[in-house]
């Protein structure tokens, strides 16, 4: 339904392939770009060729959406923002495209327990602005992620329960951040959901929405809403990925806003611009271009129909969201999303994370409409004089529909599929701002969701539909999910490797049987360059890994 609040989370390296504890390849059929076909586990692994040399001078980024904020904490995190950030603000670890976690602003760490982490601060830091950037102001940061009631990316690095406490030892170099509940995903989260923030910006709130106060590699120097913002690298920057100097990066990045694929295809093939997510069949097009570098990445997780699930709503009840999931295919919703550019699915989690598991898809509702048909009259859905379905009581049933005019036909589709099962619909399709209103007004019963996330990790469901989430728009309530994740969570993966993809496989389970979200599909973007090569997710490039081709 929406091109939601994305997660103020990226991490810096490209989409990896990660060993799951399921799964197989099952099938030789060939996608346009070469990649196999929807039916099996294999994923690209968003990782460029090879680079000539260093970066051009200048390189220009294509961006979807503007920046609503460069407050990290703050801002939806759509494209324009999401990207700066990756810039703009650095982590306290990043994440390398086979997995490996590797210092950022941290030099070294140690986890003692699932809910503690210990962490020696690199020398000779400094902010944008020439402040110091040291254990006291990195620990202020995080303290002021974990206080901040808003951030819907929070959980992923202090777990449901949230920061217990955060403390910097400036003799010592360290901070120790401790949760309220063990999360044994801590160094993922703090890789893709804490970008530091300067004692600036911590100051003043209101004024980081329009200038950044950063801790990363570029400063913002020119800004143009809804056009485009210019970003140059940093001279005292030294927090450098090993292998990476300041002479191989671009000395200028420009963010510019282009809203439309056709577009942003044209001046990437023409040169105009250097690199360009294209998510439309434009990609098909451009990937016989043999002059351009293709670096294609799939989503995290799947996009897929939620459901609003708070008391007052028909779709609350869970015999209503079982029979409407009956009606709705994720091989025809996935191609009405993705334009046939991505992969359908009915598993929550995808084959490049932990704990996949492709029988996972037999918990869903199978798509049969005329079972569908069945199990909503014997619920008490059954059709009244005018032939929709009314509510048990025999009341008047709306199911309201809504989308944006990015989601693609996917919201038409789910219009389409409800009211061939007899349902009364009123559909919305308007701009991204207009659906996001509906969004957080809770106007809406049901509709597309990019549960596609930045964070490559079945805990990432926990922070969007676990009851105490800040993301959960659908007011999500299931009690074992949420139980389950917290166990799955708490595993200690040095002595029982296993448990933990088992309790995520559990809570996968419950979640799919009681339709609280209908997987449709694993997104892929098509990332493009022209004369340059880059490592790539499905949501921004890695800064670093810019070079020359």
């Known amino acids: 339904m929406f091109s939601k609040h994305r997660l103020v989370a990226l991490a810096l390296a490209g989409a990896l392939i990660i060993t799951s504890c399921g799964g197989s390849d099952k099938s030789d059929s060939k996608k346009p770009d070469g990649t196999k076909g929807d039916d099996d586990t294999s994923q690209v692994s968003g990782v460029g060729p090879e680079g000539t040399g260093p970066a051009p001078e200048s390189v220009t980024v294509a961006v979807r959406i503007d920046v609503d904020s460069f407050d990290p904490e703050r801002s939806l995190g759509d494209s324009a923002a999401g990207q700066s950030f990756l810039f703009l603000y650095d982590t306290m670890v990043r994440r390398s495209p086979d997995g490996t976690i590797l210092p950022g602003i941290a030099t070294k760490w140690e986890m003692p327990t699932p809910s503690k982490g210990v962490f020696t601060i690199r020398d000779g830091m400094t902010c944008s602005s020439g402040t110091p950037l040291d254990a006291t102001a990195v620990a202020a940061s995080i303290k002021a992620l974990g206080e901040n009631p808003s951030s819907l990316g929070k959980s992923k690095v202090f777990g449901p329960d949230g920061l217990a406490a955060v403390t910097a030892d400036p003799a010592a170099k360290t901070v120790t951040i401790e949760t309220k509940s063990p999360n044994n995903d801590m160094l993922v989260g703090l890789a893709t959901a804490a970008f530091i923030v300067c004692p600036e910006g911590l100051a003043d709130p209101e004024a980081l929405r329009e200038t950044p106060q950063g801790s990363g590699p570029y400063e913002l120097v020119d800004s143009k809403r809804g056009d485009q913002y210019t970003l140059k690298l940093r001279e005292d920057y030294n927090a450098w990925p090993e292998g990476t100097t300041a002479a191989d990066m671009p000395k200028t990045v420009i963010l510019k806003v282009i809203t439309n694929d ?76 993705t334009q046939g550019l991505g992969t359908p699915r009915r598993t929550l989690y995808t084959p490049n994370i932990d704990c996949f598991n492709p029988d996972a898809a037999a918990y869903a509702p199978k798509y049969d409409p005329a079972a569908a048909a069945k199990f909503l009259d014997e619920a008490g859905y059954t059709k009244g004089a005018d032939g929709k379905r009314t509510k048990p009581d025999g009341s008047k049933l709306t199911i309201r529909v809504v989308g944006n005019t990015n989601q693609g036909q996917i919201p038409q589709f789910i219009a389409d599929s409800l009211e061939k099962g007899d349902f009364d619909v009123d559909l919305f399709v308007g701009t991204y701002n207009e659906s996001i209103a509906k969004l957080l007004t809770d106007e809406f019963d049901a509709g597309s969701y990019p549960f596609t996330d930045s964070s490559p990790l079945p805990s990432a469901w926990q922070s969007q539909i676990g009851s105490n989430a800040s993301a959960n728009f659908g007011q999500v309530n299931n009690a074992e999910f949420d139980r389950l994740a917290q166990e799955a969570l708490a595993v200690d993966t040095a002595k029982d490797p296993k448990g933990r993809c088992e309790k995520w496989q559990e809570a996968e389970k419950v979640v799919l049987e009681a339709a609280n979200v209908v997987p449709m599909d694993q997104p892929r973007n098509h990332w493009f360059g022209n004369g340059v090569t880059f490592n790539s997710q499905y949501f921004r490039i890695d800064p670093f890994s810019i070079r020359s081709h």
């Open 262 to 337: 056709a577009t942003a295809a044209d001046l990437v093939e023409t040169g105009k611009i250097q690199i360009a997510g294209i998510l439309s069949t434009d990609a098909k097009r451009l990937l016989e271009d043999k002059a351009l570098v293709s670096v294609p990445a799939d989503g995290f997780n799947t996009n897929a129909v939620l459901f609003m699930q708070k008391p007052a709503n028909a779709t609350s009840d869970v015999k209503l969201r079982q029979g409407m999931a009956m009606l709705l295919d994720s091989v025809q919703g996935g191609a009405a999303e």
